[in-house]
């Protein structure tokens, strides 16, 4: 079964530092997806990406954030100046098809953590 | 606005136990609704959906119905078992998740 990679597993980071989370999507699907889970709470929605460009964004996803489709496959969310409370885990998921009749394919996540 | 509200865990069953975690929506318009489920250590699955209302989603035993008049979308389990130990989370749309129900099945 397709599935959404996401790469490195666990990132730890300086606080102040920039960090580059990746992922690829499944390769049929048109709609892109961050989320971040702080530990043990609920899950928010960060950005979406369809046709090279965001779609929606949350007031989290501030100019600390941006996202990146830069070859055609990968898909990237870069946090830059990273705070403490930047450590989470972060989930890109995917989706083919159009607005709400099909669930996201979620990505195991990319665990980071800044000291 | 558009918010999505779950019973608070976490929730505590004996195994074969009937299951329901409540959800309740509050959208414009008529949004799908998805349950989503997270085992302990892992990533996010989609458990199951509905994109409108009387829809039924359904998947592993466990069932969910669309219900525009009381604007929820319940999510039921006739007989659980210890590996449905989890979190489950209600969502409407890509962008409105619940707080996530955690769901714990003593043997």
């Known amino acids: 079964e397709p599935e959404v990679t996401q790469t490195p597993s666990h990132q730890v980071t300086q606080m102040g530092q920039e960090v580059i989370l990746r992922c690829v999507p499944i390769?049929?699907?048109?709609?892109f997806y961050w989320y971040r889970q702080i530990l043990g709470q609920k899950v928010e929605f960060l950005v979406s990406?369809?046709?090279?460009?965001?779609?929606?964004k949350s007031e989290i996803f501030d100019d600390q954030f941006s996202v990146e489709r830069p070859d055609g496959s990968n898909f990237t969310l870069k946090i830059r100046s990273t705070k403490l409370e930047d450590s989470a885990m972060y989930f890109c998921?995917?989706?083919?098809?159009?607005?709400?009749?099909?669930?996201?394919?979620f990505g195991s996540g990319t665990r980071l953590t800044v000291v | 606005g558009n918010s999505v509200t779950q019973m608070e865990g976490p929730v505590t069953l004996s195994e074969e136990a009937f299951l329901t975690i409540n959800c309740t929506y509050t959208a414009t318009g008529y949004p799908s609704l998805f349950w989503y489920v997270q085992y302990p250590g892992e990533g996010l699955q989609l458990l199951l959906k509905a994109t409108k209302a009387d829809d039924k989603g359904s998947n592993k035993g466990f069932e969910a119905t669309y219900r525009k008049e009381t604007t929820s979308f319940h999510l039921e389990k006739g007989s659980v078992q210890v590996s449905d130990s989890a979190v489950y989370f209600c969502a409407l749309s890509q962008e409105i998740w619940g707080a996530g129900t955690k769901l714990i099945i003593k043997p």
């Open positions: 390769s049929n699907h048109l709609y």
């Open positions: 998921a995917s989706r083919p098809g159009t607005a709400g009749a099909y669930g996201y394919t």
């Open positions: 990406f369809y046709n090279n460009e965001i779609s929606e």
